[in-house]
């Protein structure tokens, strides 16, 4: 049987875009130099989108972690990378489908390329996979759904992470999910993630929940616009019904087949000011969660044998999704019928252009009009090109998560079956009427 293995993680959404991000290098320069104190073994970095600085931090922490990856993306990186103590044996990631859109300059989502990376490593016998992700951001107050015109953007990353953690996990002994969903542990994106793929959230199954904390947004797992951060623009919140801050950065874990683990602590990480400074390393705080992973007593193999599986929560999910990318995939639709119509217009009215500049004399008139038509009809013809895309992609994830959702329910009832004939009552949500 081999020895228990005792895993150390570390999230972080650096805040490292070029230019944007306030004294940016200070900040990464301080962060390596808290990293090579080895207190972790496995560190998920996001944001880290300046190629020198993931040199950097490589350069200072390697004899701490000699083994690293940037997960390439987009125009300008992903930003995520993986930092680890033990060897990384194998790499892969999925880029997200749908990530926001290229006109809108002012939310460059689409050129970072995310997606989830995903580091293979090996320890001891252990083999851990880890993914490291960093999802839509958010732009509109998380109160105000209505206005959040990528939630269904995060919806289908969520659920594209998920199965992707699901389809590649299947011979780990240890699965983690770290890094920036840019989700509320309340939201659907979350719960997504959380149910599809069978892992905990190590911020709710903690050992150390006793543990005291100096301010209210470490003790509720608080990651972003926390008051104390130097970094929060407390005049402009997209969070702004919860005073102390959201959880937004996270840890998820799971076992692999024979496996057991115990998330031993968790707890905010480097939320105070950088030594010496009066800023802190970023606008988020970090997050790192211990764990302790063994194999599994033969008590243990049986009593996961016979556990239930909790299918009545994650068939409402699934049908919540379904609800959400549904309504979405009708809405842009539509668009798209709007989009064909507004190309349709442009090009006759091009056609009638350049057939009348023959007889129109005045030259100027004729290239203004031609230009300012060209302008608008070039962009309809980009806005049709990307909701061609769009509607195509939530038809897919659509189609997959009733198929996801049909299996469940399928389960859900051979398993009430089962419990009828042996005598049992249900005392669940599902009623045999519902499946």
């Keep these: 049987m081999a020895e228990p293995l005792r895993v150390r993680a570390f999230t972080l959404n650096c805040w490292g875009l070029w230019v944007i991000s306030q004294k940016r290098r200070e900040r990464i320069e301080a962060l390596a130099n808290e990293l090579k104190k080895g207190r972790y073994d496995i560190v998920s970095i996001e944001e880290l989108w300046v190629r020198d600085d993931y040199e950097h931090v490589k350069r200072v922490c390697e004899d701490v972690f000699p083994y690293s990856h940037d997960f390439a993306g987009g125009m300008v990186g992903s930003g995520c990378c993986v930092f680890s103590r033990w060897p990384i044996v194998d790499i892969g990631y999925l880029r997200f489908t749908l990530n926001g859109f290229a006109h809108r300059l002012d939310h460059c989502d689409w050129y970072g390329g995310k997606l989830v990376g995903m580091a293979v490593i090996q320890k001891d016998g252990y083999r851990i996979k880890m993914y490291t992700t960093h999802m839509h951001a958010m732009y509109a107050a998380s109160h105000q759904p209505a206005k959040d015109q990528y939630l269904s953007h995060r919806l289908t990353q969520s659920y594209e992470l998920s199965e992707f953690v699901r389809h590649t996990s299947q011979d780990a002994d240890l699965v983690l999910i770290m890094g920036d969903l840019n989700s509320e542990p309340h939201s659907l994106s979350f719960k997504v993630i959380h149910k599809n793929t069978d892992c905990f959230d190590s911020w709710e199954t903690r050992l150390n929940k006793e543990e005291k904390c100096d301010y209210i947004s470490e003790a509720q797992g608080n990651t972003i616009e926390t008051r104390e951060n130097s970094h929060t623009d407390l005049g402009h919140l997209h969070y702004p019904i919860f005073p102390n801050g959201m959880r937004i950065d996270y840890i998820l874990y799971k076992a692999g087949r024979n496996r057991t683990v115990t998330c031993t602590e968790g707890r905010v990480a480097l939320s105070r000011k950088i030594p010496g400074t009066d800023m802190n390393f970023?606008?988020?705080?970090?997050?790192?969660?211990?764990?302790?992973?063994?194999?599994?007593?033969?008590?243990?193999?049986?009593?996961?044998?016979?556990?239930?599986?909790?299918?009545?929560?994650?068939?409402?999910?699934?049908?919540?999704?379904?609800?959400?990318?549904?309504?979405?995939?009708?809405?842009?639709?539509?668009?798209?019928?709007?989009?064909?119509?507004?190309?349709?217009?442009?090009?006759?009215?091009?056609?009638?252009?350049?057939?009348?500049?023959?007889?129109?004399?005045?030259?100027?008139?004729?290239?203004?009009?031609?230009?300012?038509?060209?302008?608008?009809?070039?962009?309809?013809?980009?806005?049709?090109?990307?909701?061609?895309?769009?509607?195509?992609?939530?038809?897919?994830?659509?189609?997959?998560?009733?198929?996801?959702?049909?299996?469940?329910?399928?389960?859900?009832?051979?398993?009430?079956?089962?419990?009828?004939?042996?005598?049992?009552?249900?005392?669940?949500?599902?009623?045999?009427?519902?499946?």
Excluded at 325 to 343: C, D, E, G, P, Y
Excluded at 406 to 416: C, G, I, N, P, V
């Design 282 to 435: 970023s606008d988020h705080n970090g997050y790192e969660a211990f764990f302790e992973l063994r194999e599994q007593t033969e008590k243990e193999k049986l009593e996961e044998q016979n556990r239930d599986e909790d299918l009545d929560s994650k068939v409402s999910v699934l049908n919540d999704l379904y609800g959400k990318i549904n309504t979405s995939r009708i809405q842009r639709h539509a668009a798209k019928k709007l989009n064909v119509a507004a190309f349709t217009v442009g090009f006759f009215l091009l056609m009638i252009i350049f057939v009348g500049s023959f007889w129109d004399p005045s030259t100027l008139r004729g290239v203004s009009a031609t230009l300012l038509v060209s302008m608008g009809w070039f962009y309809s013809a980009y806005k049709l090109i990307f909701v061609y895309g769009e509607v195509n992609t939530l038809r897919n994830v659509e189609d997959s998560i009733w198929l996801r959702r049909e299996h469940f329910l399928q389960r859900a009832k051979a398993s009430l079956k089962h419990s009828y004939q042996g005598g049992k009552t249900d005392n669940g949500t599902l009623k045999p009427e519902d499946v």
